[in-house]
């Protein structure tokens, strides 16, 4: 079974910046996407931003982009997540999750990591 295992996450003041990592154990076949979601207190989880194995662009939430990079550290096997120029309202649980063999479908999910943000 694949697990997924966020870290990174931690409280920082508005204009700071997080790293949020995701390490994988090993995957029994190579995901099609891989990503990152998050959620609030009180609101559904939100997509924030995929990459795809297929060579398909990485793709951003309008409210992150320009902000967050999306990549991959093939050495370590881990997905990051950089943060930069963070607001309050990125305050937020961040998930990350994998999977899909010919599409892209999130098979594995993450625990989640705290972000906070302050004004």
């Known amino acids: 079974q694949v697990q997924l295992v966020e870290s990174g996450g931690g409280s920082v003041q508005a204009g700071g910046s997080l790293r949020l990592t995701c390490a994988a154990s090993r995957y029994t076949y190579r995901p099609y996407c891989k990503a990152w979601f998050r959620q609030a207190p009180g609101k559904e989880r939100e997509w924030v931003a995929s990459?795809?194995?297929?060579?398909?662009?990485?793709l951003y939430l309008t409210s992150v982009k320009g902000r967050f990079t999306i990549g991959e550290d093939y050495a370590k096997n881990t997905l990051y997540l950089q943060m930069n120029s963070l607001k309050p309202e990125d305050s937020a649980r961040y998930f990350c999750a994998a999977g899909g063999r010919d599409a892209c479908t999130y098979d594995y999910w993450g625990q989640g990591t705290q972000v906070t943000v302050s004004s």
């Open positions: 990459l795809y194995t297929s060579g398909l662009p990485t």
